[in-house]
């Protein structure tokens, strides 16, 4: 295998206002991503389509942003990062108009689409030319300052959208980007430098194969809920089985593949990513049902709907600080073994309360979802990357932001497909509210199983990154 480290000059003064670009980009990302899933149920009325089919505008975004995060660090390094963050950040905006203009759902999948094209390049890049021009002390306060937009956005999105599909229209949600577009390209245009580095080959069988896979599995999930769509979701997942086993064999044979295969031997990023994949199908269903369980079936406004949705998000960010001190007293196998099953548990507990149940019970039930969100979350993913060797470390963080990505898309199009199954069955169809039950109990019963995976961790595992 082909390992190497490149080496690229300093620059000598970096703008201290650079990770300000890293902030804009996923501020936005953010902002329009939790905007998006509390208006959904507007959007399918004006649409004339069923709320409990609109997961494929959210899917399609996550699914493009995965397939193409591993081609940013290539075409960074072949245009120079400020070309490249430009021209994504102007296709961004591009997509968010399309969207403001869509007339009918097709119509906004393919604009979310374009959207996703300019949204996979938007934070690894920025982050990119934060790591090769900052020097290595001042590396992880530049990356703090540029992603607490991160924790913020999923604060103000849920109520910003409600409000503004309440008292403006769903089509202010997408035209919101344009401004911050804007302002982004501004602010890349006099800081961001143009920093390009060595080329290496570009996988682009590997990618193919890799590509080919998501997207044939992804689809068995979106289609199979239609009993006479079964065979051809068969035929997908296969096609899609058979496209992973290719890749695998690539990556073996191939001396610059997309994902070395020597990753999967250092055990902790092994089960670090298997963990992150399944407990996130569960996870990532509940921002996308809990508006619709709402809205739909409570009846609530969007307002009040992302007010409540907002509480996850708050206690994620009170809880950072908590992170570190509950890593080192207890571990990362006994943190991740709880924390996952707890977290199932909590996602089970919403199938309990009803309309009538009083506000302050959802948003404790929902503050206590997002305190543990926080500690699952950060714990996931500095454990994943923690034993990598300096030569992995680049293949290693973008597998494991691919597969953040994609168990973002599984698991929305399987909390889809669970809530359209109970729906159509005997259980679901005199009451909506009951289809919702099932499906969180579901959903929260994946979560929990996952916890057995941080459970093969050992107890030292993680330990130096506590010391």
């Not at 390049?121 to 530049?142: D, G, H, W």
Request: hydrophobic share 55%.
């Amino acid at each position: 295998k082909l390992k190497m480290e490149i080496t690229l000059p300093i620059s000598p003064q970096p703008s201290r206002w650079l990770p300000l670009l890293l902030a804009i980009a996923i501020f936005m990302q953010m902002l329009d991503a939790t905007i998006l899933n509390t208006a959904l149920p507007n959007i399918a009325a004006d649409l004339d389509e069923s709320p409990l089919d609109m997961h494929s505008a959210v899917v399609v975004y996550t699914l493009t942003v995965a397939l193409l995060i591993p081609l940013s660090g290539y075409l960074a390094d072949r245009f120079g990062t400020r070309n490249v963050f430009v021209g994504s950040m102007a296709v961004f905006i591009a997509g968010s108009l399309l969207c403001a203009a869509a007339q009918n759902l097709p119509m906004l999948v393919v604009a979310r689409m374009v959207q996703g094209v300019g949204g996979s390049m938007l934070a690894p890049v920025p982050r990119l030319t934060i790591i090769r021009v900052y020097e290595k002390s001042q590396l992880l306060n530049a990356i703090n300052y540029a992603v607490m937009p991160a924790l913020i956005g999923p604060i103000f999105g849920p109520p910003v959208g409600g409000y503004l599909v309440e008292y403006a229209s769903w089509h202010w949600i997408f035209l919101l980007n344009v401004p911050i577009g804007l302002i982004g390209i501004a602010a890349a245009l006099k800081i961001m430098p143009n920093v390009k580095g060595v080329r290496v080959p570009f996988d682009t069988a590997g990618f193919l194969m890799f590509a080919s896979a998501a997207c044939a599995l992804i689809m068995a999930v979106e289609v199979i809920s239609h009993p006479q769509a079964v065979p051809f979701a068969a035929g997908l997942a296969v096609i899609g089985a058979a496209a992973l086993w290719l890749y695998a064999r690539h990556a073996r044979r191939t001396e610059t593949p997309l994902y070395a295969g020597d990753l999967f031997q250092v055990r902790t990023f092994r089960l670090g990513l298997a963990g992150n994949l399944f407990s996130r199908l569960g996870i990532s269903s509940v921002p996308f049902l809990l508006p619709l369980l709402f809205q739909v079936a409570f009846g609530f406004g969007a307002g009040l709907s992302g007010g409540l949705v907002a509480a996850a998000a708050f206690a994620s960010l009170l809880a950072k600080p908590l992170v570190r001190p509950i890593m080192a007293h207890y571990g990362y196998r006994g943190v991740l073994t709880a924390n996952t099953r707890l977290l199932g548990i909590l996602i089970m507990l919403v199938a309990l309360p009803d309309v009538h149940t009083p506000l302050g019970v959802w948003v404790a039930l929902l503050l206590a979802m997002g305190l543990c969100n926080s500690i699952q979350f950060s714990a996931m993913n500095t454990l994943t990357l923690a034993d990598l060797r300096p030569y992995q470390a680049g293949g290693g963080n973008s597998l494991m932001a691919v597969n953040q990505q994609l168990s973002m898309s599984f698991g929305i199009a399987l909390g889809a497909l669970m809530l359209q199954g109970w729906t159509k069955s005997s259980f679901g169809a005199e009451n909506l509210h009951a289809a919702f039950r099932l499906t969180f109990l579901g959903i929260g019963a994946v979560t929990f199983a996952s916890g057995f995976i941080f459970a093969r961790l050992h107890r030292s595992d993680g330990q130096n990154l506590t010391e």
